[in-house]
C-alpha cells in the first residue's frame, strides 16, 4: 500500500512539474502569461488522506512532507496543504457534525483547519493554482462495509462538486488540476476472497493462516469476478483466530465484510459517473484532468 502510495504521489507530482513548465497547454499558460502572478505563486491542495500526507495510519510533519503536493515544491513556491484525512465532498464546504449538509467532521478537521472547512482555508490563501482530489470516501465507506447504501448518489456529488469550483473560479484563481475517484475495488484495502482460499489449499502457505481458520468455498472465483474481502475485516477475523481455540470461518457470504459481484457493480458506476462528471468539468473550465484508475490496471 505504502509503495503504491508513493508511485501516484510521483506521477502526481510529474505532473505538477509538467503543468509548471509546459507550453502546450494553451488555457494553463493563457493564464500565467496574463496574470499578476505566476501560475504556482501560491499553490493550494485540497482532498482527503493522501493528499494530506496520511501514512500506515497516522499522520505527522513527515509524512506531510511525502505528500504528492510537497513534492512539487520548490523554494520560489509557497504551498498551502488544506486536504483534510476522512473528508468526503460534502466536507470540503461543510465542518459542521450533525449539520444540514450531513458532514463528515472528524479529530483531525479541527487541527488541520482550525475550524474553517477546506474551502474557506483554500480561498484564504488566495490561491493562483489549486489542485482538487476528493470524492474517494464518497464511495470507499460502502466499500470497507459492503453497504452501498453509504454511497453519496450522483446528484448529490455533481451538485458538491459544482459549488465547490465555481467558488474556487469566482476567487480568481489562475488554473486548476482535478483528479479522479479511485476506483476502490481496486485499491489494496480489498482482496478477492479467492486469494484467502488459494492460501488455505496451498501447503506451502500454511503459516499464512492460523490453524483454526478455515475458508469457505464461497470465496472461490466465478464467472461473475468473484466476491471482494475488506482487508480489515479479514485481518480482524485472523487476530482473532490468534486468541481462540474454536475454529473461525472466513465465510464470503457474510455481507457484512464482503462485497458481491453486484455491489462490486454499484460501487464501480458510481465511480464511474463521478469520473465522468470531473472529467467533463475539468474540460470546461480549462483544467488538467488525471484518472488515478490508469495506474491500477
Not at 12 to 26: A, H, N, P, R, V
Not at 254 to 269: I, K, M, P, W
Request: charged content about 15%; proline content about 4%; glycine content about 10%.
Amino acid at each position: 500500500m505504502k509503495t503504491a502510495r508513493f508511485f501516484f504521489a510521483l506521477a502526481l507530482s510529474l505532473t505538477l512539474l509538467t503543468l509548471g513548465g509546459c507550453g502546450d497547454d494553451e488555457s494553463l499558460m493563457e493564464a500565467q502569461s496574463t496574470a499578476s502572478a505566476p501560475l504556482f505563486a501560491r499553490y493550494v491542495a485540497m482532498g482527503n488522506s493522501i493528499t494530506a500526507g496520511y501514512q500506515s495510519g497516522g499522520i505527522n510533519t513527515f509524512t506531510q512532507n511525502d505528500s504528492y503536493a510537497v513534492m512539487r515544491q520548490t523554494p520560489a513556491e509557497t504551498i498551502h496543504n488544506v486536504a483534510v484525512p476522512g473528508s468526503e465532498v460534502v466536507d470540503v464546504l461543510d465542518n459542521a457534525a450533525g449539520g444540514q449538509f450531513g458532514s463528515n467532521p472528524n479529530a483531525l478537521t479541527t487541527v488541520l483547519l482550525g475550524g474553517r472547512t477546506q474551502l474557506e482555508a483554500a480561498l484564504d490563501a488566495d490561491p493562483t493554482f489549486v489542485s482538487l482530489w476528493t470524492g474517494n470516501n464518497d464511495v470507499l465507506g460502502a466499500a470497507l462495509t459492503g453497504d452501498t447504501r453509504l454511497i453519496t448518489p450522483p446528484d448529490s456529488f455533481r451538485s458538491r462538486y459544482t459549488r465547490i469550483l465555481d467558488a474556487l473560479e469566482d476567487s480568481g484563481v489562475q488554473g486548476g488540476m482535478l483528479i479522479g475517484v479511485a476506483d476502490v475495488t481496486l485499491v489494496p484495502v480489498l482482496q478477492p476472497g479467492a486469494f484467502y482460499l488459494g492460501l488455505s489449499q496451498d501447503s506451502t502457505a500454511q503459516q499464512a493462516l492460523p490453524d483454526n481458520v478455515s475458508v469457505s468455498s464461497s470465496c472461490a472465483p466465478r464467472a461473475e469476478g468473484g466476491r471482494l474481502v475488506s482487508f480489515s475485516y479479514s485481518s480482524n477475523l485472523i487476530a482473532r483466530a490468534d486468541t481462540v481455540d474454536q475454529a473461525v470461518a472466513l465465510d464470503c457470504a457474510d455481507d457484512a465484510g464482503t462485497l458481491t459481484e453486484q455491489e462490486v457493480g454499484a460501487l464501480t458506476s458510481a465511480v464511474n459517473d463521478y469520473n465522468d462528471f470531473i472529467s467533463s468539468q475539468a474540460e470546461e473550465r480549462g483544467w488538467a484532468y488525471v484518472n488515478p484508475n490508469d495506474l491500477f490496471r
